[in-house]
Each structure stands twice: as structure tokens, then as C-alpha cells.
């Protein structure tokens, strides 16, 4: 069973801290991503990967950074948090056989509050 | 570009009523579309996707590409049906995987 592990799955900052999202996927994939979900504008993709040092821009990039230094970790920053961070962060994962299914596997959320 | 509509933020039907939740898109390639489905306090997971044309949990979807949409039906909800539905998006031939999500349809089935 595939799983994909989001080490925090609630957080508070203050505003103007550096905050660390990991997320863990046992499966080898080669595709990561990090999305965020918020209320009334569902998921928007914010970093991806395919690879290992390898990032791509989603949607909304701006204020985040991200890590992927081994394969099966993608790590998701805030160098300097603000308010409307505040958010649902989900990290998903899938093999690059499942890319051409479009089928993604989701970690359980990181509610991340920014004070 | 690629956008995905859903124009129904809430929806709420009766147990044994159909229900129909709706996604419109917009691309000029040859996409391939897919239903997502959070209960809840669970992951959000994969429902049903065009290509396999399945039926899953008594849910169907059929792209009709000259209306550009993918509504996904089911003839009569269960209480269970409840939670979050999103229709996304891929390019058609895309290896990378990147799917464009809608905003949502929080699905609500009352006994």
C-alpha cells in the first residue's frame, strides 16, 4: 500500500518564521508535489518535482521554496512565513508509469497556522 | 492555458436521489480528465478517470468534448456519498503527471 507521510500534520508559527514541511513517500516515485488547499479555491499546485535536485514552478511559487535531496523526501519551506500562508498543505506522490494514468497519491495534510 | 470550472461549491440532494456534480474545462489539446474525492479526515484519493471508463462506487463520468465537460452522476446517493469532490485535469500525453484541479463540490447526502 502506498503511503506517503506529511511529519506534521498541525503546526502554528509566528509570522516571520521559517517553517519546514516534510513529507515521506515509501514508494519509490519519481513525481512529488506540493499543493495547497484552501476553501472555495481547491488545490493549487505550488512546487513539483521529478526528480531528485530537480523542482518545477506550479501556480503559486511565490514565497516558498522547496527540497529534494533524496528521492523519496520533498520538503516544502516558508523562508518567512506570513498570514495568508495559513493553509492546508497536501504533498502527493506517484511513479512515472502512473504520470500517464494521472493517478497521484496524497499524504494526509499539514494544517499549518501562521500567527 | 487549461482551467477547470466546477460551478457548484455545495450541493445537497436526499438519500436515493441522483445526483449530478459538474466540471466544465477548458484546453485546447486533447485532455484527460479525472474525479478526486476527499472524505472526511481522510486522504484525498482517486474516484474514477475518462480513460477507464468505469464505474466506481456507483459513479460515472463521461467526457463530452464538444461541451467541454466531465460531470460526474450517480443515479441514487448513499449518506456515504458525503464529502469533497474535485475534477481535474492533465494534458493528454503529459508524462509528468501534473493534474489542474477545480475549486471543489462539497457533496452533501441527508438521510
Known amino acids: 500500500d502506498v503511503k506517503v507521510t506529511q511529519s506534521s500534520r498541525y503546526l502554528v508559527k509566528r509570522t516571520g518564521e521559517k517553517v519546514f514541511l516534510e513529507c515521506v513517500q515509501d514508494?519509490?516515485?519519481?513525481?512529488m508535489f506540493w499543493y495547497r488547499q484552501d476553501p472555495g479555491l481547491g488545490l493549487r499546485l505550488i512546487y513539483f518535482?521529478?526528480?531528485?535536485?530537480?523542482?518545477e514552478k506550479g501556480d503559486i511559487p511565490e514565497g516558498y521554496s522547496v527540497s529534494r535531496e533524496k528521492k523519496e523526501r520533498f520538503s516544502l519551506i516558508l523562508e518567512s512565513a506570513s498570514t495568508n500562508q495559513t493553509s492546508m498543505y497536501l504533498c502527493?506522490?506517484?511513479?512515472?508509469?502512473?504520470?500517464?494514468?494521472?493517478?497521484?497519491?496524497f499524504g494526509e495534510g499539514s494544517r499549518l497556522t501562521v500567527l | 492555458a487549461q482551467r477547470v470550472t466546477q460551478p457548484e461549491k455545495l450541493l445537497s440532494v436526499f438519500k436515493g436521489a441522483p445526483v449530478e456534480l459538474k466540471c466544465n474545462y477548458s484546453y485546447s489539446g486533447s485532455p484527460e480528465l479525472f474525479w478526486y474525492v476527499q472524505y472526511s479526515r481522510q486522504r484525498l484519493q482517486l474516484l474514477l478517470r475518462h480513460i477507464s471508463r468505469e464505474s466506481i462506487k456507483g459513479f460515472t463520468a463521461d467526457l463530452n468534448k464538444g461541451e467541454t465537460s466531465f460531470h460526474l452522476k450517480k443515479p441514487f446517493a448513499q449518506e456515504e456519498d458525503s464529502a469533497m469532490y474535485y475534477c481535474?485535469?492533465?494534458?493528454?500525453?503529459?508524462?509528468?503527471?501534473?493534474?489542474?484541479f477545480g475549486r471543489g463540490t462539497q457533496l452533501t447526502v441527508w438521510p
Open positions: 481535474a485535469l492533465k494534458r493528454g500525453g503529459s508524462t509528468l503527471g501534473r493534474l489542474y
Open positions: 514508494m519509490d516515485h519519481e513525481n
Open positions: 502527493a506522490s506517484s511513479p512515472i508509469r502512473k504520470s500517464v494514468t494521472g493517478e497521484l497519491f
Open positions: 518535482s521529478y526528480d531528485v535536485k530537480m523542482k
